[in-house]
C-alpha cells in the first residue's frame, strides 16, 4: 500500500468516523518510523515500500450513552368530579342560558330564543327589551330588564307594523293630526269663548287648506266642553282633536251671528244676480237650495239663493254659506253669515256628544239707505247652516245637533226706515228661524229659516217705493266617521238637519 502524507490523511479520516482516539494518532502521522520492528522495508526497488501489519485492535474506552431516566410520577392532587349547585344559573352561551342540572353533577342548556339570555339577571329574558308586540289585542311592552312592563288594551286593535300600537283613526281632512300623541294632558272649557284667530290657542298647530279656510287645531289627551255655554268664533276653523275621549257636556256654540260667520264659515257666498235696485238678496244654500229674494212686485222675484251642495265632496273642511251685500253702495249691510265649519276628533277613543252643538246660519240684516238719499234697499238673505264633522274610533250621540239656516231681513220703507233684522238659524227641530216682518209701508218681509229638511222661505215683495225682503238660508249638514265595522251609538235629543249616513275612514 503507498503511503505518505496523503494516504494517512485519508486514512486519518476514515478511522476518526469510528474512534475518536485514532484521530488523536493519526494527526502525528508524516513520516515512518523505520525502528518499527513491525515493518518491512523492501531493499529491492529504489522507492521504499512500507506495509502495516493489520492493524491492532485498540481497546478504546466505551464512550457510554446518555441514560434518561424515566420521569419521576408527580403525586398530583386528584381532580375531583363536576358539581354546582342544583338548578343554579351558570353564565349565557350565546342565546342559551346554562343552568346546572337537578343533580348538581353537570349542566344543561336552555334556548332563549328572540328574548335572548340576560347575564346580568342569570336568565331568559321574558320578551325583548326596550321592544313592544302585539299580544291578541293588546299591545305589551318590554323593559330594558327583558321582563313585561305592562300592556294596553286596544279599543279596536293591534298594529305590529312598523312597530306594535293600538289601531287609531286617520280623519278625514286632517289624516295626520293622530300620528304623534298628545303633549297636552287634558283641555277643559266651560262658559267661554274660543278665538280661533289666537294662536296661542291653537295648541295642536294651524294646518292651512288650499280651497278653504285655515284650521285652528286643538290637541289634547282628553278634551271636555261644558258645562256652560262655549262659543267659538274667528275666521279659522276648529279641530277639537283628542287621543281618547271627547266629551260635550255643555254648548258648543259656532253658529253664526247676522253678518258675522261661524268659525271657518263664509268662505262661500251667494253670487249675486239681478237688480240690486229692486231686489232683496237671496239666502245661503246647503243641504237644499237658499231661497230667492222678493221683488218689488212679487215673493221670490228677486235675486236668486245659493245651490244645495254636499260638503263631503269639497277637498277642505268648509263652513256654511254667507251672503254678500245688497248693495255696491257705501253703507249697505252684508247678508247673512254662513255657520261654522267644525270637526271634533278622538284618535284611539270616542267622541260623545250630549250637550248642544250648533252651526247655525246668521240671519240677514235689514235694508239700509246708502249714502244716496232716498234710496231704498232690499232686505238680506240668511246665511246657510254650517258643517260639522264627528270622527272616532267610536261615536256616541245622544245630545242636540242644530244647523238650521238664517231667515231673510226685511227691505226699507217708503220713508225710507231701515228694514228689520232676520234671525239667526234656530235652535230646533220643528221650526225654523222666523223671517224678518215688514218695517212699514212698502217693505216686505225676509224669508224663514231653512229648518231640518225643510226648503227655505222666499223673500216677499216690496213697493215701488220700498225694498223687497231677503230669502231664506238653507240647513247645513251633520257628518260621523267611524272605522269599517263601527256603527254610531245613541239617538239624538234633537237633529235639524238629519245625521247624515255615517262614513267610514281608514286606521293607522
Given at each position: 500500500?503507498?503511503?505518505g502524507?496523503?494516504?494517512?490523511?485519508?486514512?486519518?479520516?476514515?478511522?476518526?468516523?469510528?474512534?475518536?482516539g485514532?484521530?488523536?494518532?493519526?494527526g502525528?502521522c508524516?513520516?515512518?518510523?523505520?525502528?518499527?520492528?513491525?515493518?518491512a522495508?523492501?531493499?529491492?526497488?529504489?522507492?521504499?515500500?512500507?506495509?502495516?501489519?493489520?492493524?491492532?485492535?485498540?481497546?478504546?474506552?466505551?464512550?457510554?450513552?446518555?441514560?434518561?431516566?424515566?420521569?419521576?410520577?408527580?403525586?398530583?392532587?386528584?381532580?375531583?368530579?363536576?358539581?354546582?349547585?342544583?338548578n343554579?344559573?351558570?353564565?349565557?352561551?350565546?342565546?342559551?342560558a346554562?343552568v346546572?342540572?337537578?343533580?348538581?353533577?353537570?349542566?344543561?342548556?336552555?334556548?332563549?330564543?328572540?328574548?335572548?339570555?340576560?347575564?346580568?339577571?342569570?336568565?331568559?329574558?321574558?320578551?325583548?327589551?326596550?321592544n313592544?308586540?302585539c299580544i291578541?289585542?293588546?299591545?305589551?311592552?318590554?323593559?330594558?330588564?327583558?321582563?313585561?312592563?305592562g300592556?294596553e288594551?286596544?279599543?279596536?286593535?293591534?298594529?305590529?307594523?312598523?312597530?306594535?300600537?293600538?289601531?287609531y283613526?286617520?280623519?278625514?281632512?286632517?289624516?295626520?293630526?293622530?300620528?304623534?300623541?298628545?303633549?297636552?294632558?287634558?283641555?277643559?272649557v266651560?262658559?267661554?269663548?274660543?278665538?280661533?284667530?289666537?294662536?296661542?290657542?291653537?295648541?295642536?298647530?294651524i294646518?292651512?287648506?288650499?280651497?278653504?279656510?285655515?284650521?285652528?287645531?286643538?290637541?289634547?289627551?282628553?278634551?271636555?266642553?261644558?258645562?256652560?255655554?262655549v262659543?267659538?268664533?274667528?275666521?279659522?276653523?276648529?279641530?277639537?282633536v283628542?287621543?281618547q275621549?271627547?266629551?260635550?257636556?255643555g254648548?258648543?256654540?259656532?253658529?253664526?251671528?247676522?253678518?258675522a260667520?261661524?268659525?271657518?264659515?263664509?268662505?262661500q257666498?251667494?253670487?249675486?244676480?239681478?237688480?240690486?235696485?229692486?231686489?232683496?238678496?237671496?239666502g245661503?244654500?246647503g243641504?237644499?237650495?237658499?231661497?230667492?229674494?222678493g221683488?218689488?212686485t212679487?215673493?221670490?222675484g228677486?235675486?236668486?239663493?245659493?245651490?244645495?251642495?254636499?260638503?263631503?265632496?269639497?277637498?277642505?273642511?268648509?263652513g256654511g254659506?254667507?251672503v254678500p251685500s245688497?248693495?255696491?253702495?257705501?253703507?249697505?249691510?252684508?247678508?247673512?253669515?254662513?255657520?261654522?265649519?267644525?270637526?271634533?276628533?278622538?284618535?284611539?277613543g270616542?267622541?260623545?256628544?250630549?250637550?248642544?252643538?250648533?252651526?247655525?246660519?246668521?240671519?240677514?240684516p235689514g235694508?239700509?239707505?246708502?249714502?244716496t238719499?232716498?234710496?231704498?234697499?232690499?232686505?238680506?238673505?240668511?246665511?246657510?247652516?254650517?258643517?260639522?264633522?264627528?270622527?272616532?274610533?267610536?261615536?256616541?250621540?245622544?245630545?242636540?245637533?242644530?244647523?238650521?239656516?238664517?231667515?231673510g231681513g226685511?227691505?226699507?220703507?217708503?220713508?225710507?226706515a231701515?228694514?228689520v233684522?232676520?234671525a239667526?238659524?234656530?235652535?230646533?227641530?220643528?221650526?225654523?228661524?222666523?223671517?224678518?216682518p215688514?218695517?212699514?209701508?212698502?217693505?216686505?218681509?225676509?224669508?224663514?229659516?231653512?229648518?231640518?229638511?225643510?226648503?227655505?222661505?222666499v223673500?216677499?215683495?216690496?213697493?215701488?217705493?220700498?225694498?223687497?225682503?231677503?230669502?231664506?238660508?238653507?240647513?247645513?249638514?251633520?257628518?260621523?266617521?267611524?272605522p269599517?265595522?263601527?256603527?254610531?251609538?245613541?239617538?239624538?235629543?234633537?237633529a235639524?238637519p238629519?245625521?247624515?249616513?255615517?262614513?267610514?275612514?281608514?286606521?293607522?
Amino acid at each position: 500500500m503507498a503511503t505518505g502524507p496523503g494516504g494517512c490523511g485519508k486514512l486519518a479520516l476514515m478511522r476518526s468516523l469510528i474512534w475518536m482516539g485514532i484521530l488523536v494518532a493519526a494527526g502525528a502521522c508524516g513520516s515512518v518510523d523505520k525502528t518499527d520492528p513491525d515493518a518491512a522495508i523492501d531493499a529491492t526497488g529504489d522507492t521504499a515500500v512500507v506495509e502495516f501489519d493489520a492493524p491492532t485492535t485498540i481497546d478504546a474506552p466505551l464512550v457510554d450513552a446518555p441514560l434518561i431516566d424515566a420521569p419521576v410520577p408527580i403525586d398530583a392532587t386528584p381532580i375531583d368530579a363536576f358539581s354546582c349547585t342544583p338548578n343554579q344559573f351558570q353564565t349565557c352561551s350565546g342565546s342559551a342560558a346554562v343552568v346546572c342540572n337537578a343533580t348538581g353533577t353537570g349542566t344543561t342548556m336552555t334556548d332563549c330564543g328572540a328574548p335572548g339570555c340576560n347575564a346580568t339577571a342569570g336568565r331568559c329574558n321574558m320578551c325583548v327589551p326596550n321592544n313592544t308586540a302585539c299580544i291578541g289585542n293588546s299591545v305589551g311592552t318590554c323593559g330594558a330588564d327583558g321582563l313585561p312592563a305592562g300592556s294596553e288594551t286596544c279599543a279596536l286593535s293591534c298594529n305590529p307594523t312598523p312597530t306594535a300600537h293600538c289601531a287609531y283613526l286617520e280623519p278625514r281632512y286632517l289624516p295626520d293630526i293622530c300620528d304623534a300623541p298628545a303633549t297636552v294632558t287634558d283641555f277643559t272649557v266651560s262658559a267661554t269663548t274660543i278665538d280661533t284667530n289666537l294662536d296661542v290657542l291653537c295648541t295642536g298647530g294651524i294646518v292651512t287648506q288650499a280651497t278653504g279656510p285655515a284650521i285652528c287645531v286643538i290637541r289634547a289627551r282628553t278634551i271636555t266642553v261644558g258645562p256652560g255655554n262655549v262659543a267659538v268664533t274667528g275666521p279659522r276653523a276648529l279641530a277639537l282633536v283628542s287621543d281618547q275621549t271627547l266629551r260635550v257636556t255643555g254648548t258648543l256654540d259656532a253658529s253664526a251671528n247676522l253678518a258675522a260667520s261661524g268659525p271657518g264659515g263664509g268662505s262661500q257666498s251667494v253670487a249675486s244676480g239681478g237688480s240690486i235696485s229692486t231686489s232683496g238678496s237671496g239666502g245661503g244654500g246647503g243641504f237644499t237650495a237658499g231661497a230667492n229674494a222678493g221683488s218689488q212686485t212679487a215673493a221670490g222675484g228677486g235675486r236668486a239663493g245659493g245651490a244645495a251642495y254636499d260638503p263631503f265632496l269639497l277637498a277642505a273642511l268648509t263652513g256654511g254659506v254667507r251672503v254678500p251685500s245688497n248693495s255696491v253702495v257705501l253703507g249697505a249691510p252684508s247678508g247673512g253669515g254662513g255657520g261654522g265649519a267644525v270637526t271634533l276628533i278622538s284618535c284611539r277613543g270616542t267622541v260623545a256628544v250630549s250637550g248642544t252643538i250648533d252651526a247655525g246660519g246668521g240671519g240677514g240684516p235689514g235694508g239700509r239707505g246708502g249714502i244716496t238719499v232716498g234710496s231704498a234697499f232690499g232686505g238680506t238673505g240668511g246665511g246657510g247652516g254650517g258643517y260639522v264633522v264627528i270622527q272616532g274610533l267610536g261615536v256616541s250621540l245622544t245630545g242636540n245637533f242644530f244647523a238650521n239656516g238664517g231667515s231673510g231681513g226685511s227691505g226699507m220703507t217708503s220713508a225710507s226706515a231701515n228694514g228689520v233684522d232676520g234671525a239667526d238659524g234656530s235652535r230646533s227641530a220643528t221650526t225654523g228661524a222666523i223671517g224678518a216682518p215688514s218695517a212699514g209701508a212698502g217693505s216686505g218681509g225676509g224669508g224663514a229659516g231653512s229648518f231640518g229638511t225643510t226648503t227655505p222661505g222666499v223673500g216677499l215683495a216690496g213697493s215701488a217705493a220700498g225694498g223687497p225682503g231677503g230669502g231664506g238660508g238653507a240647513a247645513g249638514r251633520f257628518q260621523t266617521y267611524t272605522p269599517t265595522g263601527i256603527t254610531p251609538s245613541g239617538t239624538p235629543t234633537a237633529a235639524s238637519p238629519r245625521i247624515e249616513t255615517n262614513r267610514t275612514t281608514p286606521t293607522r
